[in-house]
């Protein structure tokens, strides 16, 4: 008697679980092939994740896989059971995870056949980094857990060197033919990573992020997966793509919150990364400047290798910094008069001025003197961003725009105006100020590519005097040697903020945005504007070391039993009508509370209006707020 063989098959729907078909015989097919099957109404693109001799379906319903769309597997076993982990892990369903992996091209059934024409340029490579001696003991202790599996935090304050201890490691790894895959946490910083490699390191490299092309993007993940690609530079989704012969993982800028994705298959890139760099028993370099809590927490009890850099490169001096009481000082459009005598004092020097404020648009709030209206986004709970040129109002949270009403809604009074300033608002203040000096705006409004951000940062780079106005697109990364000033505004909500990652992520900020002043031989200075001058953690962070601020705030996490001395969990339900998503959150809430015996959880229901909700079912998704417990050992 003929076997007759089965596939459990991962298809792209909201279903958490695996789905069998009948293989037919003189079909060839191996766990990772894409195959069409028919589901429903539909036919769709799946793949194959276990065959069997058996199903439990009876034999009258089951369906047959109706084609093989490969010759070879084009998902690794490795990348499958990485998938399913995930899958598992963050509670979404594992055909989503699993399709989720592959380029659009083959998301959507079509061939792997497609025309490349490799570059045979030869590049001409610089001259190797001069390491000083805390770069060359950190980049020994990595060099010597090459070929197993260990998390190095490399702690390095700004400018003090991590890319070229980077470098020098990956140039250790290429040397034993292996591949490396290199994760930045935004499109932004792509151009000048990929730029500083390719001028240090041999082989080929490629780029993997949402700003590609759909053929861009595929070729990279076929060069990888086939080894001819020695590094892969990417943003998070790049934790997917496969490789013939991976031997390590960098993530720069482990702490920031870009790694994880908050639509979707909610996930952290850096916990995954750290995932698979255990089952593939292989470094991982975790660099920051600004290590998140969990990561030293991990640090601080021997999961994680903790190297620490803490002195700036070369000439360059840290910088000194200077509150700026806004009580006192006469304010104009957000900046007081010192600060304007400041950014006037630099420029005249010839030296540039970097202004942070992480607020797009004219002003985050258009409101009514007479009735106190304030402009609201009538699809989410958000308030609404006025951009002036456009005579708009945006909201930055689900992408809703309305016409800027110029008179009231509630009371048809026509005493609206602006409150708060936004990175527009600045740059027009600054350009009426400073008529005569280049200013660049770098935010999401104004820079619309990659390529656009390349030719700021170019003609940033050959330039003198200069204002740079942004948001966080020029916080993190960046090297602009003339920036000497860097000038902070809106950060006091952080100091303030009841949710109890804000002072963290705030510090982050703070010491990354002041960490692109005085990066060469000219000392830099960093101006943070504030109504609270005597805070204590922030007297702290600009007084003390960050490991000092860290240990600080890791008491109080734990005096508080936050993460990451405990787990915490987000349910989300989402419906077309609002009764039905607050009736499963209390279901919820009931349930919890009947089997948690030694307390009730802590459970608040944040009321959110429909915001694009298409299903007639409610979803409830959770995730843990914490990083993975099981995968870590000590270095």
Same mark, same amino acid.
């Given at each position: 008697?003929?076997?007759?063989?089965?596939?459990?098959?991962?298809?792209?729907?909201?279903?958490?679980?695996?789905?069998?078909?009948?293989?037919?015989?003189?079909?060839?097919?191996?766990?990772?092939?894409?195959?069409?099957?028919?589901?429903?109404?539909?036919?769709?693109?799946?793949?194959?994740?276990?065959?069997?001799?058996?199903?439990?379906?009876?034999?009258?319903?089951?369906?047959?896989?109706?084609?093989?769309?490969?010759?070879?597997?084009?998902?690794?076993?490795?990348?499958?059971?990485?998938? *399913?982990?995930? !899958?598992?892990?963050? %509670?979404?369903? +594992?055909? $989503?995870? @699993?399709? &989720?992996?592959?380029?659009?091209?083959?998301?959507?059934?079509?061939?792997?056949?497609?025309?490349?024409?490799?570059?045979?340029?030869?590049?001409?490579?610089?001259?190797?980094?001069?390491?000083?001696?805390?770069?060359?003991?950190?980049?020994?202790?990595?060099?010597?857990?090459?070929?197993?599996?260990?998390?190095?935090?490399?702690?390095?304050?700004?400018?003090?060197?991590?890319?070229?201890?980077?470098?020098?490691?990956?140039?250790?790894?290429?040397?034993?033919?292996?591949?490396?895959?290199?994760?930045?946490?935004? *499109?932004?910083? !792509?151009?000048?990573? %990929?730029?500083? +490699?390719? $001028?240090? @390191?041999? &082989?080929?490299?490629?780029?993997?992020?949402?700003?590609?092309?759909?053929?861009?993007?595929?070729?990279?993940?076929?060069?990888?997966?086939?080894?001819?690609?020695?590094?892969?530079?990417?943003?998070?989704?790049?934790?997917?793509?496969?490789?013939?012969?991976?031997?390590?993982?960098?993530?720069?800028?482990?702490?920031?919150?870009?790694?994880?994705?908050?639509?979707?298959?909610?996930?952290?890139?850096?916990?995954?990364?750290?995932?698979?760099?255990?089952?593939?028993?292989?470094?991982?370099?975790?660099?920051?400047?600004?290590?998140?809590?969990?990561?030293? %927490?991990?640090?601080?009890?021997?999961?994680?290798?903790?190297?620490?850099?803490?002195?700036?490169?070369?000439?360059?001096?840290?910088?000194?910094?200077?509150?700026?009481?806004?009580?006192t000082h006469k304010m104009e459009n957000g900046l007081a008069k010192e600060t304007i005598q400041y950014i006037k004092h630099h420029l005249e020097k010839k030296e540039q001025v970097l202004v942070f404020i992480n607020r797009r648009g004219y002003a985050p709030a258009w409101f009514c003197q007479s009735c106190?209206?304030?402009?609201?986004?009538?699809?989410?709970?958000?308030?609404?961003?006025?951009?002036?040129?456009?005579?708009?109002?945006?909201?930055?949270?689900?992408? %809703?725009?309305?016409?800027?009403?110029?008179?009231?809604?509630?009371?048809?009074?026509?005493?609206?105006?602006?409150?708060?300033?936004?990175?527009?608002?600045?740059?027009?203040?600054?350009?009426?100020?400073?008529?005569?000096?280049?200013?660049?705006?770098?935010?999401?409004?104004?820079?619309?590519?990659?390529?656009?951000?390349?030719?700021?940062?170019?003609?940033?780079?050959?330039?003198?005097?200069?204002?740079?106005?942004?948001?966080?697109?020029?916080?993190?990364?960046?090297?602009?040697?003339?920036?000497?000033?860097?000038?902070?505004?809106?950060?006091?909500?952080?100091?303030?903020?009841?949710?109890?990652?804000?002072?963290?992520?705030?510090?982050?900020?703070?010491?990354?945005?002041?960490?692109?002043?005085?990066?060469?031989?000219?000392?830099?200075?960093?101006?943070?504007?504030?109504?609270?001058?005597?805070?204590?953690?922030?007297?702290?962070?600009?007084?003390?070391?960050?490991?000092?601020?860290?240990?600080?705030?890791?008491?109080?996490?734990?005096?508080?039993?936050?993460?990451?001395?405990?787990?915490?969990?987000?349910?989300?339900?989402?419906?077309?009508?609002?009764?039905?998503?607050?009736?499963?959150?209390?279901?919820?809430?009931?349930?919890?509370?009947?089997?948690?015996?030694?307390?009730?959880?802590?459970?608040?229901?944040?009321?959110?209006?429909?915001?694009?909700?298409?299903?007639?079912?409610?979803?409830?998704?959770?995730?843990?707020?914490?990083?993975?417990?099981?995968?870590?050992?000590?270095?």
């Open positions: 008697m003929t076997t007759v063989f089965y596939a459990e098959v991962a298809i792209p729907r909201p279903l958490r679980q695996l789905f069998d078909y009948r293989i037919p015989e003189n079909m060839s097919i191996h766990i990772g092939k894409r195959v069409k099957v028919s589901f429903g109404q539909r036919t769709l693109v799946g793949i194959v994740v276990k065959i069997k001799t058996f199903s439990l379906v009876s034999e009258t319903d089951i369906k047959s896989i109706l084609d093989c769309l490969d010759e070879k597997p084009t998902l690794s076993t490795e990348l499958i059971e990485l998938g *399913i982990w995930a !899958s598992q892990y963050y %509670h979404y369903p +594992i055909g $989503e995870v @699993l399709l &989720g992996m592959y380029p659009t091209r083959l998301r959507q059934g079509k061939s792997l056949n497609i025309s490349i024409h490799p570059s045979s340029t030869q590049k001409v490579l610089k001259k190797k980094y001069t390491l000083n001696k805390a770069q060359e003991n950190a980049s020994k202790t990595i060099l010597n857990g090459l070929g197993r599996f260990h998390t190095f935090l490399l702690h390095g304050v700004t400018g003090s060197g991590k890319t070229a201890v980077y470098f020098d490691i990956m140039e250790e790894v290429l040397k034993q033919k292996k591949q490396i895959l290199f994760l930045i946490p935004e *499109i932004g910083l !792509s151009p000048q990573t %990929h730029q500083r +490699i390719e $001028e240090r @390191l041999p &082989g080929p490299l490629f780029l993997l992020h949402s700003g590609l092309t759909d053929k861009q993007r595929l070729i990279a993940w076929l060069y990888s997966g086939n080894g001819e690609a020695n590094i892969i530079v990417g943003t998070r989704s790049a934790i997917f793509t496969p490789f013939k012969n991976l031997g390590l993982i960098i993530i720069d800028e482990e702490h920031d919150v870009s790694f994880k994705q908050q639509e979707g298959f909610r996930y952290s890139a850096r916990d995954v990364a750290i995932k698979r760099a255990f089952e593939l028993n292989i470094p991982i370099i975790l660099g920051s400047a600004t290590p998140s809590a969990e990561s030293y %927490h991990n640090a601080l009890i021997k999961k994680y290798c903790l190297i620490e850099l803490t002195e700036r490169a070369g000439n360059a001096h840290p910088p000194l910094f200077k509150l700026i009481n806004m009580p106190y209206w304030q402009a609201d986004c009538p699809r989410c709970d958000s308030y609404m961003v006025l951009h002036k040129k456009k005579r708009q109002l945006v909201c930055h949270h689900c992408g %809703h725009q309305i016409a800027m009403p110029t008179i009231c809604p509630k009371c048809q009074s026509k005493s609206l105006i602006a409150l708060g300033e936004g990175t527009q608002r600045i740059e027009e203040t600054l350009s009426q100020l400073f008529p005569n000096v280049n200013l660049y705006r770098i935010d999401r409004d104004n820079i619309k590519n990659k390529h656009q951000l390349e030719e700021h940062l170019n003609d940033i780079q050959h330039q003198d005097a200069a204002l740079l106005i942004g948001t966080q697109m020029l916080a993190k990364g960046h090297h602009f040697p003339n920036v000497t000033l860097v000038v902070m505004l809106g950060l006091d909500h952080g100091l303030m903020s009841h949710d109890f990652y804000a002072l963290e992520r705030t510090a982050q900020l703070i010491l990354q945005v002041s960490g692109r002043a005085g990066r060469e031989a000219k000392q830099g200075t960093a101006l943070l504007q504030t109504i609270q001058p005597e805070h204590p953690q922030l007297l702290g962070l600009i007084q003390h070391p960050y490991g000092v601020f860290l240990n600080e705030l890791l008491k109080e996490r734990q005096q508080f039993d936050l993460p990451p001395f405990t787990f915490m969990a987000l349910f989300r339900s989402e419906a077309k009508q609002m009764q039905k998503a607050i009736d499963c959150l209390e279901k919820i809430q009931a349930w919890l509370n009947k089997i948690m015996r030694k307390k009730s959880p802590l459970f608040m229901i944040r009321l959110q209006r429909p915001c694009n909700v298409k299903q007639d079912f409610i979803t409830c998704n959770y995730s843990f707020d914490h990083q993975t417990d099981a995968y870590y050992t000590p270095c």
